[in-house]
């Protein structure tokens, strides 16, 4: 069965039962209208001042009948999936929690992890047979990744599409394995690019024209945090070490080890710090600026769209004092 997920989960647990994993937020920013799910949560008694991707995947839920059951993460990400997780059980949608320790402890994640595979009704020899076929299709998104910010042949936008998608590899691994391998192929003959090196840091934009906007005007996003974290990027064998060392869903002070590491390793000029509107990692921009000794741009967002004349005059302005 179709298996909807808020957030990236062990998903070699999803695939060694047997069922197919569904990133719902992919599933909502790429449907041919977002805005009017974002609406229709609201018609049905979402408030207007809660996130706009809560909303969106509640629709997104509720839409599509093919998914059976929701794995939503209640602790180390949005606190709103808490009440999303009530309205959708509400709604008769089976609803399976699953928890990332916020101080990372081992034991405890490991604990969760044998939840969900007894829920799921699978083991640990299946999930590490899964981990090895995944893995393989992660290092393909990892040479994507370094062509990004060392050879400087893919763009920011297409970096984020194959990291965002590692969080469920659009249902069929090899498909996107093959996918990734054409791409890398297809971008090879390409001349390298030049311009401003961003750092995009923060949960992935709501809105979708924000990288080309970027490089229309001579900056290039080389580095996209929280989607690269979905790539897993870490060569381990032991999974459970593995979604320890994944920093999404621990505190901004773990995140900003690897965000420090990164904008040293790709000589980043500027850092564009994403927050979505009504989301309590608003808060933790005050740290980021606090622990970032490089000049800092803060851009929010509410619903699906395009960016306004009112943030493109703020990046304007960042680019021109990069530059």
């Not at 069965?1 to 070699?12: A, L, N, S, W, Y």
């Not at 449907?31 to 909303?55: F, M």
């Not at 040479?143 to 194959?162: A, F, P």
């Not at 800092?296 to 306004?308: H, S």
Request: proline letters at 4%; a neutral charge.
């Amino acid at each position: 069965m179709k298996i909807g997920i808020t957030t990236t989960v062990p998903v070699e647990i999803i695939y060694a039962a047997g069922h197919v994993p569904v990133d719902l937020n992919n599933r909502f920013i790429t449907h041919n209208n977002p805005n009017s799910l974002v609406e229709r949560a609201e018609i049905a008694g979402y408030p207007r001042n809660v996130c706009a991707w809560i909303k969106g995947i509640y629709t997104t839920v509720m839409e599509n009948k093919d998914i059976e059951a929701v794995i939503a993460v209640t602790q180390g990400d949005c606190s709103n999936t808490h009440a999303l997780m009530e309205t959708l059980e509400l709604a008769g949608v089976k609803v399976i929690p699953f928890a990332f320790p916020f101080d990372r402890d081992y034991d405890l994640l490991r604990l969760q992890m044998e939840k969900l595979m007894k829920q799921l009704g699978t083991g640990w020899e299946q999930v590490m047979r899964i981990k090895c076929r995944l893995d393989g299709v992660r290092k393909k998104v990892w040479l994507i990744d370094t062509m990004t910010w060392r050879d400087n042949l893919v763009t920011g936008w297409e970096n984020h599409l194959y990291q965002v998608n590692c969080s469920d590899f659009k249902g069929d691994p090899e498909t996107f394995a093959n996918e990734a391998q054409k791409f890398i192929a297809s971008v090879r003959g390409r001349r390298p690019a030049q311009g401003l090196r961003i750092a995009y840091i923060g949960v992935p934009p709501i809105m979708d024209d924000l990288y080309d906007y970027l490089e229309e005007r001579g900056a290039r996003v080389v580095y996209n945090e929280v989607q690269r974290q979905f790539s897993m990027p870490f060569e381990v064998e032991d999974i459970v070490e593995m979604y320890r060392l994944y920093s999404y869903p621990y505190g901004i002070f773990y995140r900003l080890k690897d965000i420090q590491t990164e904008l040293v390793r790709r000589q980043i000029d500027g850092v564009i710090h994403y927050a979505q509107s009504f989301c309590y990692r608003q808060i933790e921009d005050m740290i980021i600026r606090q622990k970032i000794n490089l000049p800092v741009l803060t851009l929010e967002g509410d619903r699906p769209n395009r960016l306004d004349a009112r943030t493109k005059l703020r990046i304007d302005a960042f680019l021109e004092m990069l530059k």
